[in-house]
């Protein structure tokens, strides 16, 4: 009950509340709800063996025997309905208590059970006589139904925008921190992956320098693809049932829970890809020039956040963890086939022009190229002079005529496109799949 009363809901329905109390606290369970419905809120319970004193506490009673209605009108009138067909409530006994005496079957024996039985027709009988002639209850119409389901969807969260980003915001900071063995994990990920790099890669300035710049350039690129895509791309779904309850109940919105989100994950990507950066560049012996060294960085940590806006998109079209997780692998295959390395853009087949364009991968690793290969000088020391290559932009017009003619600034702009396109394209997908109500209609007519 306490879970359902954060959210403040206009329409409450509980079954059977104060089952497994003492009727001291289920009378102040009761109570409770029954301030609630004096604020305006519409509460409906099912009820067994209620005390006197929270029996009279209802405004409003519907007696069921078997499932058939006996009576439904005010409850403190269930007592001269019940006079009236005969049954008086003995002095000193709870009415509510004597109400479900009357409405009960007794089955002792045959005759007990069939002297039941004519006693609840018989008081069924008298309540849709009554019923008819006072008009106490209509059906509902479709109208009714409509403006029921127009005030279920109309409440909005009581917090503004920005006091609901600032608790989810701590609520998503403390998640990401209190999981210190995953961050673990990942720290030690990415520092026995600069380690392992360093150890096999010391780079030159021969001729065969120039594949092993490209091999290593291209495992960086697809190694924080995927460490970026598995961390994030099961951070909707495995909350999504508490996340789809919350906004049910109207307690915040897409926005600012997707907001929280990202800006939560932000400082521990960044600061994860730092380090690896600033560990992988000096042991592999990319260039000493602090100017590059610093675009490296920009590079990693712009290329991880994409990745990771594209790991939250795989998420939220996700319906579950197993779902999203067996999209990972197609995904990231497509992503290293079109990364610049595997084929050039330009001979990519016409109909699949796009992908080139929208693999992180291929603009991480372009990136990394251009930013390394700029400004390069190899020395010559191929039998064969005519198949060496000198300079580091020689070097990139072989690999592709887009690598040759694009600079650091467009691919970080290209990367921006995508991260924006991914993290629009998710907030939409969280927006359109809030809360879904079954469609009421109004009971067939008898």
């Known amino acids: 009950i306490g879970c359902e009363l954060i959210g403040s809901p206009s329409l409450l329905f509980l079954d059977e509340p104060t089952t497994g109390l003492d009727s001291f606290q289920a009378e102040k369970v009761v109570a409770s709800l029954r301030a609630l419905a004096d604020l305006g809120h519409t509460v409906v319970c099912v009820i067994h063996q209620p005390s006197g004193a929270v029996f009279n506490t209802f405004d409003d009673l519907l007696l069921l025997s078997e499932g058939r209605m006996v009576y439904h009108g005010p409850t403190k009138s269930v007592a001269s309905f019940l006079y009236k067909q005969g049954y008086s409530c003995p002095s000193g006994i709870n009415i509510g208590e004597f109400c479900l005496k009357v409405v009960s079957v007794d089955h002792e024996n045959s005759d007990t059970e069939e002297s039941s039985q004519e006693r609840i027709k018989l008081l069924e009988t008298s309540f849709k006589q009554s019923h008819k002639t006072a008009a106490v209850v209509r059906q509902p119409s479709s109208d009714d139904i409509e403006d029921v389901v127009t005030i279920l969807r109309r409440g909005r969260p009581e917090a503004g925008l920005l006091e609901q980003s600032r608790l989810l915001l701590a609520r998503s900071w403390r998640e990401v921190t209190r999981n210190k063995a995953a961050l673990a994990i990942q720290a030690s990920q990415q520092v026995t992956t600069a380690l392992i790099y360093g150890g096999i890669y010391s780079l030159g300035d021969s001729q065969k320098s120039i594949q092993d710049?490209?091999?290593?350039?291209?495992?960086?690129?697809?190694?924080?693809?995927?460490?970026?895509?598995?961390?994030?791309?099961?951070?909707?779904?495995?909350?999504?049932?508490?996340?789809?309850?919350?906004?049910?109940?109207?307690?915040?919105?897409?926005?600012?829970?997707?907001?929280?989100?990202?800006?939560?994950?932000?400082?521990?990507?960044?600061?994860?890809?730092?380090?690896?950066?600033?560990?992988?560049?000096?042991?592999?012996?990319?260039?000493?020039?602090?100017?590059?060294?610093?675009?490296?960085?920009?590079?990693?940590?712009?290329?991880?956040?994409?990745?990771?806006?594209?790991?939250?998109?795989?998420?939220?079209?996700?319906?579950s963890s197993d779902v999203a997780l067996a999209l990972l692998p197609p995904v990231i295959v497509l992503q290293i086939i079109f990364n610049g390395f595997n084929i050039a853009e330009e001979n990519t087949p016409k109909f699949l022009w796009l992908l080139p364009r929208i693999s992180v991968v291929r603009w991480g690793f372009q990136g990394f190229c251009i930013n390394e290969f700029s400004d390069l000088k190899f020395r010559c020391d191929l039998k064969q002079k005519r198949a060496c290559v000198y300079t580091g932009e020689e070097a990139l017009g072989r690999l592709s005529n887009a690598f040759e003619k694009s600079s650091v600034k467009q691919v970080i702009g290209a990367q921006l496109g995508i991260l924006a396109a991914c993290y629009l394209q998710t907030y939409n997908v969280l927006r359109t799949s809030g809360p879904q109500y079954a469609q009421m209609k109004p009971p067939p007519h008898a």
């Open 213 to 319: 710049r490209l091999g290593l350039l291209s495992l960086v690129a697809i190694g924080n693809t995927n460490l970026a895509l598995a961390a994030t791309v099961r951070s909707f779904p495995k909350e999504k049932s508490i996340v789809q309850s919350e906004r049910a109940k109207n307690l915040y919105g897409a926005l600012p829970y997707f907001v929280s989100k990202v800006i939560a994950e932000a400082p521990v990507a960044a600061a994860l890809s730092g380090a690896f950066g600033s560990l992988l560049y000096p042991l592999v012996g990319f260039q000493q020039s602090w100017p590059k060294f610093l675009s490296f960085l920009t590079l990693n940590v712009v290329h991880s956040f994409t990745s990771s806006a594209l790991g939250l998109l795989l998420g939220a079209i996700s319906p």
